[in-house]
């Protein structure tokens, strides 16, 4: 919970990435609050640069992201859903965050980097260069998120140089929210899809989204 307290969060049109710490840095250089906090502030830098409302951070979407994360590592694949059949919105499911929950929107981007592509800056750019990443980073009905950045990548645990981020949108709606309409449809969720894309490709630099 300190981890996700700790994140900042930008609620104004009028910053830039410049208030969102060392953006730059490869993850060698970052500690894991500093490398998710500085994310989650690039992604609101977006958002309330298209005039959408920030996203703050949840523990529950938390949760979801850091089981992902470690399992993509320690297993080795980089998917949405894990060899045994798991969803991510299984994986959200199973922390609570739909709980009473009237209706609910979910989403999920992946992403992995090493090298010059493991910064918080390259990793987000990631995302918004790919169509469907970004309707999710943008997508103006999400209005909480939970990130995991961890050391190492699908292709090497121990990789100093590689980071893998999940990171897990929702919004809810709950029986006394006055926006939650009588007979609102199904539970939703939405994720980028599955494809594998690679950008950014240089010696010893590796960049895959999903």
Known sequence: MALVAAWTLVATSSASASDCGPTGTQVTGLSQPQMESSIACLINVQRTSSGLQPVSPNGELRQAALSHSNEMISQSYFE????????????????????????????????????????PQAVVTAWMNSPPHRENLLRP???????????????????????????????????????????????????????????????RHHHKKR
């Open 141 to 203: 009905t999400f209005r909480e998120i939970g990130i995991a950045a961890i050391r190492g990548t699908p292709q090497g645990q121990s990789d100093p140089t590689g980071a893998t981020v999940s990171s897990e949108y929702g919004y809810r709606t709950f029986g006394g929210d006055k926006k939650a309409k009588a007979g609102s449809k199904k539970h939703t969720s939405s994720k980028a899809k599955a494809r594998k894309a690679r950008s950014h490709k240089k010696k």
């Open 80 to 119: 949405h859903t894990s060899p045994a059949g798991v969803t991510f919105e299984d994986r959200i499911e199973r922390t609570g965050y739909m709980r009473n929950a009237r209706s609910w929107l979910v989403g999920e981007n992946l992403v992995w980097g090493t090298g010059q592509l493991s910064t």
